[in-house]
């Protein structure tokens, strides 16, 4: 049970290992009610009321800003992005190429929808972006987005399509390759392990998820290590990001 006390100014949690009251202003109170607010999001389908300019985009707010730093820092050649959907994501990391002068996007879903695909080609954007249909761990898929990579160019992958482990770690195996030193491979949404139990789950998300196909993927790849990217400026009390995607920043290092 957690109990928010705004005239005390504390928080309390009673559990399994008893009751634990921690003032608002720290790091402490600040995780607990971010999770429940993670959850509560989570239920409310929260991530579904927010657009990239004129598309939606599926995503936490505090994730879009967060990863449009970590790309500002990378300054990446080739975006690829798994997972189309409604083109919000593609048309964000479109955006951040064109205000870099730099960069380009390569979008693959196993179905891009008519509508979706129509929208896209219509944005003035859309010349930084490339679509490719089919399932992103197909051989021929996979083929397509090496062919538009040309050598010596530094490659970023975010992994946001089917999110069970088996795929993930596929795409994982699959694109990992792509991904040059010093930038990153991103295995959205980790977060379905958080909220098994809530509305659109399924039990066995526990353990069939982003996170135990990260873990399997660094246990075989030694050239890869888990690394959130870090703040490049913080004067706040909270290090500990409210995402959807935790543990999912994976850095080429070797």
């Known amino acids: ?9 504390t928080v309390t949690v009673t559990g399994k290992d008893g009751k634990h009251t921690h003032p608002l202003a720290s790091p402490e109170a600040f995780a607990v009610i971010s999770e429940a607010w993670l959850r509560c999001g989570w239920d409310t389908k929260y991530v579904y009321g927010f657009t990239w300019l004129g598309r939606p985009i599926i995503q936490l707010p505090e994730d879009i800003v967060r990863v449009q730093e970590l790309i500002y820092q990378v ?8 997972g189309v959907a409604h083109g919000g994501g593609q048309i964000l990391f479109a955006s951040l ?25 219509a944005h003035e ?12 761990v197909d051989t ?21 399509a089917n999110h069970t482990k088996d795929h993930v770690l596929k795409e994982l195996e ?16 980790g977060i379905m392990k958080q ?21 399997e993927f660094l246990g075989r790849h030694p050239e890869f290590s888990a690394a959130a990217p870090q703040q490049p400026f913080n004067e706040g009390m909270i290090s500990r990001p409210v995402t959807y995607w935790p543990g999912g920043y994976l850095r080429r290092i070797a």
């Open 1 to 9: 049970m957690i109990q928010i006390d705004l005239e005390t100014g």
């Open 75 to 82: 300054k990446p050649d080739v975006i690829v992005e798994t």
């Open 97 to 121: 190429c064109k205000a870099m002068g730099k960069g380009r996007v390569i979008g693959v879903d196993i179905e891009i929808r008519p509508h979706n695909r129509a929208a896209l080609e």
């Open 125 to 136: 954007l859309y010349p930084l972006i490339t679509l490719i249909e089919g399932s992103s």
């Open 140 to 160: 021929a898929v996979v083929k397509k987005v090496k062919s538009g990579i040309r050598a010596g160019e530094k490659v970023l992958v975010l992994l946001d």
């Open 174 to 189: 699959a694109y990992g390759p792509l991904v040059t030193v010093g930038s990153y491979i991103i295995a959205a949404d």
């Open 195 to 215: 909220v098994v139990g809530a509305p659109r789950t399924k039990p066995e998300w526990a353990w069939d998820n982003p996170l135990s196909a990260v873990a």
